[in-house]
């Protein structure tokens, strides 16, 4: 299955559409490329205002959302992820490549949303238990690597690498035999808290006719997809294209 494809046109990415046969409750997946074309994330949102409850990514965005803690304070504790996101978010500056970062502004869909991402706090204590050498090496090369695609300003270069599928998945998951399994399968906490969320969700909604938008990185998609598959036996019923940018 493929998620985002490079072709000589450009980039796509593919709105998944998962339903189960036991209930109307339908999951659409949005996997998201943090930098594209304005007219890529308009039509997400377009898209996210005609479901009924929106799942999205934001490392520490319930704080914000509830406003708990000092506005200093969450900043201290999410410094490292805006480190961390300088490589996308560094070429967004190029006026003339036409392109920006991930810009939906949920707030304003008229559509509840939840987010189930890693809190400040979450997030801080794992990237503490990382070895310094390693968090040193992520957060010096992240904005090297914005710069240089800063100063290439090609589209081309920007698309290197954000081809997603799940062909490894597909052969991990033959193994799967109980819950436990495919927790000790997705290392990624992250993933867990997602997959958790939806699991979540499924049990309380699975009998209302509803469709949930799931809007993460497209990296997270293939093991939430086959997570909540092997929990629940939700499987791709349709899948759209949507062009991030094109060449």
Known sequence: MQIVEVSVIGVRSSVLRLSRRESP?????????????????????????????????????????????????????????????????????????????????????????????????????????????????????????????LVSGSRRALARNVSVDDLDWQDELLHIDTVNDLWALLGDQRDRLLIAELDRIHRLHATEAITVAVVYGAAHVAPVVHGISALHQYVVRGAEWLTVFSF
């Not at 990514?57 to 410094?79: H, N, W, Y």
Request: hydrophobic letters at 45%; charged letters at 20%.
């Open 25 to 149: 409750l339908c999951f659409e997946f949005y996997p998201m490329v943090h930098i594209g074309e304005p007219a890529f994330y308009a039509a997400v949102a377009g898209r996210l205002r005609r479901c009924d409850l929106i799942v999205a990514e934001g490392i520490g965005r319930i704080a914000l959302v509830e406003q708990t803690g000092s506005r200093r304070a969450r900043r201290r504790k999410l410094a490292a992820v805006s480190a961390l996101t300088l490589s996308y978010r560094l070429p967004a500056w190029v006026k003339r490549s036409g392109l920006v970062k991930q810009n939906i502004r949920y707030d304003t869909l008229g559509v509840p949303v939840r987010y189930p991402d890693m809190t400040a706090e979450q997030f801080t204590t794992g990237w503490r238990a990382v070895p310094v050498w390693q968090r040193a090496l992520a957060v010096g090369i992240s904005p090297l690597i914005g710069l240089r695609r």
